[in-house]
T-cell receptor, first 115, second 113 residues
């Protein structure tokens, strides 16, 4: 089985721009979660999607949004980029059907740099 | 509230055992996880333990859980230089929904000859 793929792997943007990151989960997995990793704040949960619906959301401003498509692929969008949005954005895939914190498989991440 | 704490650094000699400790606060967590992150890479799930278990062993890895004290540890036997990485403890937070992991800050393990 192919693992979780994230595109692009690296991205450089300037303040005020917007960005869209993509994640393709493991085949058959219906849940996709997004995390932000920074040296200062560590790993923080952004949101989780299951069957095209957002089931859970972390404490991030509305500039951070996401969606999931019928094939379970997910995108996250950050609008009006700030310097502090520079981070590694990780996507995690899981079956999502057991009603508990399933074993989550992470992709390699997208490294976003905001100048 | 939800919080996970770990020590930040651990240095061990090659061939020795490493023990990485973690404490968590959410008593509703039913699963606790250990992830490994190597430089420039994503997170690799190493092992996890269900909260009704005290211990789980998987080859060189042993996880011990003290639910009363909310303390989790990961022991790596015969530590090798390839084990050098950052290790994250995470609890599966059931309050508020599914599939939300709360991570510790990570323990950087350095293995020296």
């Amino acid at each position: 089985k192919a693992g979780v793929t994230q595109t692009p792997r690296y991205l450089i943007k300037t303040r005020g721009q917007q960005v869209t990151l993509s994640c393709s989960p493991i085949s058959g997995h219906r849940s996709v979660s997004w995390y932000q990793q920074t040296p200062g704040q560590g790993l923080q949960f952004l949101f989780e999607y299951f069957s095209e619906t957002q089931r859970n959301k972390g404490n991030f401003p509305g500039r951070f949004s996401g969606r999931q498509f019928s094939n379970s692929r997910s995108e996250m969008n950050v609008s009006t980029l700030e310097l502090g949005d520079s981070a590694l954005y990780l996507c995690a895939s899981s079956p999502g059907t057991s009603g508990r914190s399933d074993e989550q498989f992470f992709g390699p991440g997208t490294r976003l740099t905001v100048l | 509230g939800e919080d996970v704490e770990q020590s930040l650094f651990l240095s061990v000699r090659e061939g020795d055992s490493s023990v990485i400790n973690c404490t968590y606060t959410d008593s509703s967590s039913t699963y606790l996880y250990w992830y490994k992150q190597e430089p420039g890479a994503g997170l690799q799930l190493l092992t996890y333990i269900f909260s009704n278990m005290d211990m789980k062993q998987d080859q060189r890895l042993t996880v011990l859980l003290n639910k009363k004290d909310k303390h989790l540890s990961l022991r790596i036997a015969d530590t090798q230089t390839g084990d050098s990485a950052i290790y994250f403890c995470a609890e599966g937070a059931l309050s508020g929904g599914y599939n939300k992991l709360i991570f510790g800050a990570g323990t950087r393990l350095a293995v020296h000859p």
